[in-house]
């Protein structure tokens, strides 16, 4: 059985997951859990390793219920937000309620929080931006590196004469 090849621009799921700071057994459990769709053979997109990078938030700052709960509300509607590369966006979960909403701008975040109940903000673009940003690092390294040069082995040459 032959592997598929990750395609130029994409990257493994452990290395999106690695991007996005979680643990490689997550993926596969929020791909089950059907809070993710699974990477193409051919690797993660930039979308898809945001995807990761804010679900993880998202899990991490509520409690895993709440977490599930809010993203199931919002997935659809951050997943269009998340292409345009918005500089802000925060998730507004209301646990009373069950409600979520997304706010890009402070007029939207203030519409949001305005309710008589507890709510939590989380936000969202920092961990998005940050796991895309160490992606496009790691591909530029990839991309700068030549066959005779791609190798992590260094040669110490050996000094002539003198004990060594």
Known sequence: MSRTKIRSGRVSVPKACEFAGVSRADHPRWVSDGLLSPCPADGCSEEHVREIAVLARVLSELTADDGRVAWRLVANDLRNRLVRQTQRLDLVYDPKRSTAALAETDAQLSRAVRVDSFVRVVRLAEPATEALRAMERWLGGLSRATPSR???????????????
Do not use: E, L
Not at 150 to 162: E, K, L, Q, Y
């Open 150 to 164: 791609a190798s992590n082995i260094v040669r110490m040459h050996r000094r002539s004469g003198g004990a060594q």
